[in-house]
């Protein structure tokens, strides 16, 4: 176990550190808005483009990967949903926000490091496939999901103008897409392009870690913790469990490629989820509290992840 806390404990200590920092007003929160946007609008899609322009998309975008990963996700929408609505009481908008909750993991921010610390760079190919696609997904559902609350089936086709205007708008999908047209073409970047992308996305993890710390200071988890502990329970256990038995029994993978999955699948309710329920002022103290504590009690549940991955799998 020591080296499974030697994998996660350096990334939750910068995470951290940007939290007492901030905390301690050695840095504002506007200095952790502002790397947090730069970090999310520029040097994470630089690191998104460079990952999926180099991949070996014959290899690495299979149906097994999508199907398990995403069903998964699915379903964990599912149970926020209807929990919210069967336990709390929530409106159909507010449990909307709640699944939403459930389903986006912080696949980027937190899982691409600790996957490249526990298992090597070389196993980070299914988790830039899983990333590439995980933002347009999750959007599309909670887009379409919400406004089928708030106003019916009727407008399914101004919700897909919607949602494809925002999503054209997103630097990460912008990445991706950039970075499948180099892929696809057989391009070869000017010297002077591709260093100053490399260095920007070498900045990426640790600006946006240190960054996504520092905000959790605006957030309390005194507010809804009960919906926040739901959302929690799905996002770092129900998730990786329904991966890992899809992956093994339904849609088969490759022990590499399922550690990728279940690794991605363990992260914690991302920052986004409480963007997505601020968007539309819905449930946002549960979204947010449900950042915080499932980003806290992650650090065990991915300690346990990992453990079994090392001992069962790989």
């Given at each position: 176990m020591g080296d499974i806390l030697s994998i996660i404990l350096p990334v939750f200590v910068l995470v951290g550190t940007g939290y007492l920092l901030v905390r301690m007003k050695i840095f504002g929160l506007a200095v952790a808005d502002g790397l947090t946007v730069f970090a999310t609008k520029v040097a994470v899609p630089c690191l998104l483009f460079g990952a999926v322009a180099s991949l070996d998309i014959g290899s690495v975008y299979t149906a097994n990967l999508f199907l398990t990963f995403f069903v998964s996700a699915a379903i964990c929408f599912g149970c926020g949903v209807g929990g919210a609505r069967l336990f709390f009481q929530r409106t159909p908008m507010d449990a909307v926000s709640i699944g939403f909750a459930s389903l986006f993991s912080n696949a980027f921010l937190l899982g691409i490091p600790i996957m490249e610390r526990a298992f090597g760079p070389?196993?980070?190919?299914?988790?830039?496939?899983?990333?590439?696609?995980?933002?347009?997904?999750?959007?599309?559902?909670?887009?379409?999901?919400?406004?089928?609350?708030?106003?019916?089936?009727?407008?399914?086709?101004?919700?897909?103008?919607?949602?494809?205007?925002?999503?054209?708008?997103?630097?990460?999908v912008i990445a991706a897409l950039l970075g499948f047209a180099v892929n696809l073409s057989g391009l070869t970047l000017p010297y002077l392009i591709q260093q100053p992308i490399k260095l920007l996305a070498g900045a990426a993890l640790p600006v946006a870690l240190f960054g996504m710390g520092g905000l959790f200071n605006k957030w309390s988890l005194r507010r809804s913790v009960r919906a926040a502990g739901m959302v929690t329970m799905i996002s770092t256990l129900i998730h990786p469990f329904l991966v890992l038995l899809l992956g093994t029994s339904i849609f088969p993978l490759s022990p590499a490629f399922l550690a990728s999955a279940i690794v991605t699948a363990a992260m914690p309710t991302g920052i986004n989820a409480y963007l997505f329920a601020a968007n539309y002022d819905r449930a946002t103290g549960a979204s947010a509290s449900a950042v915080l504590l499932a980003t806290a009690i992650s650090m065990v549940t991915i300690s346990g992840w990992l453990w079994f991955l090392k001992s069962q799998i790989l």
């Open positions: 070389e196993s980070l190919a299914p988790n830039f496939a899983i990333i590439s696609v995980h933002l347009l997904f999750c959007y599309t559902l909670g887009t379409i999901s919400m406004e089928m609350a708030r106003a019916g089936v009727g407008h399914l086709g101004q919700t897909a103008l919607s949602v494809g205007r925002t999503m054209a708008k997103s630097p990460m």
